[in-house]
């Protein structure tokens, strides 16, 4: 992605937030997922959804208002700091979207709608983090400052920001488009430390003694992965990890059930995975890459209390995982 040839000269607010939404969705063409195919233009996508009224519409609404925050940050020169992006008026959005052939002045209420759904969900399963459209807008801001001052480390990590925030916006509007909006989201967990709570539950689930072993209800293979599905009234060894991993999680009793639940629903779906293989995510028991993707994506895709993952939600944001892993990899290939 090459926003400006010169990150100085800022374009007019409205020509810098359309180039800004086309270049980053182009990035990610061929990632998101619509339905559970991948779409070849993210754009158009998001665009489509928008012009339908769809909530996936509002993460197009979202950028846009993102976008005119940072643009005026990035023109009066300031330090980036959150108090300095400025509220954008409803109709500035609108006017990006109907830039963007998005959506009409008719259709913009619907959006604002989604899009304000969409941050209702965020903030309910991100408790203490700034809103959706303030962490766009920061991350915007530090892609231009480092293209501004060549500083291609503040300019990488704004660019994998914004992507990211991005593919789980439109993750989770995607899954607020099916079902209740107003279903309880499980939080949100650092991948970091749900990759570690993963493995150590899978590591104890397979290191019990034999006995446990013979009244186990799942198997695990060599490697640590669930080979079957485990009911609610199973007993060892299954629980008994359970319980232990849910002792070692920080946070209060809901975090420690939520990265308990999210573990189980990513034990479902690998298990659907094995068996019927889906190309669109790739094979995660002979790829240990394929199977890292998901589990990162596991700690912070959409999830409802109660409800499994849906493909499309986990599946999109382990596609850009596995975009993330092949860039570190050629990069690691290149320092070699």
């Given at each position: 992605m090459?926003?400006?040839s010169e990150a100085s000269d800022i374009p007019h607010a409205h020509d810098f937030a359309e180039q800004l939404i086309r270049q980053v969705l182009a990035d990610l063409d061929g990632v998101l997922l619509d339905g559970e195919t991948p779409?070849?233009?993210?754009?158009?996508?998001?665009?489509?959804?928008?012009a339908a009224g769809k909530t996936r519409g509002g993460?197009?609404?979202?950028?846009?208002?993102?976008?005119?925050?940072?643009?005026?940050?990035?023109a009066f020169d300031s330090d980036g700091d959150a108090a300095e992006f400025a509220t954008v008026p409803d109709a500035e959005v609108g006017a990006v979207l109907a830039q963007l052939g998005a959506a009409t002045?008719?259709?913009?209420?619907?959006?604002l709608k989604a899009a304000s759904a969409l941050e209702h969900y965020v903030a309910a399963a991100e408790p203490g983090v700034p809103a959706p459209q303030q962490?766009?807008?920061?991350?915007?801001?530090?892609?231009?400052?480092?293209?501004?001052n060549e500083d291609e480390a503040l300019g990488g990590r704004g660019l994998v920001e914004l992507r990211s925030l991005a593919v789980h916006l439109d993750a989770t509007a995607g899954m607020l488009d099916h079902g209740s909006v107003s279903a309880e989201p499980l939080r949100v967990i650092r991948p970091d430390r749900f990759h570690d709570y993963f493995l150590r539950f899978t590591t104890l689930a397979q290191t019990r003694d034999s006995a446990s072993?013979?009244?186990?209800?799942?198997?695990?293979?060599?490697?640590?992965?669930?080979?079957?599905?485990?009911?609610?009234?199973?007993t060892h060894p299954i629980i008994a990890a359970a319980l232990q991993v849910h002792e070692a999680i920080g946070g209060d009793t809901k975090t420690r059930d939520h990265v308990l639940a999210r573990i189980r629903g990513l034990l479902v779906f690998l298990a659907a995975l094995r068996r019927q293989p889906r190309e669109q995510v790739g094979d995660a028991v002979a790829d240990p890459n394929v199977h890292l993707s998901l589990v990162i994506a596991a700690a912070t895709a959409p999830l409802r209390l109660g409800a499994e993952f849906e493909f499309p939600a986990l599946a999109q944001i382990a596609r850009y995982n596995q975009m993330l892993l092949r860039g570190a990899r050629s990069a690691a290939a290149l320092a070699h």
């Open positions: 090459n926003p400006m779409a070849e233009e993210a754009f158009a996508l998001l665009a489509t959804a928008a993460a197009l609404a979202l950028l846009a208002r993102a976008a005119l925050s940072a643009h005026g940050a990035l002045e008719a259709q913009l209420p619907a959006l962490t766009l807008a920061l991350a915007i801001y530090r892609l231009y400052e480092g293209l501004r072993e013979e009244r186990a209800v799942a198997a695990l293979s060599r490697d640590g992965r669930i080979e079957a599905l485990i009911t609610q009234d199973a």
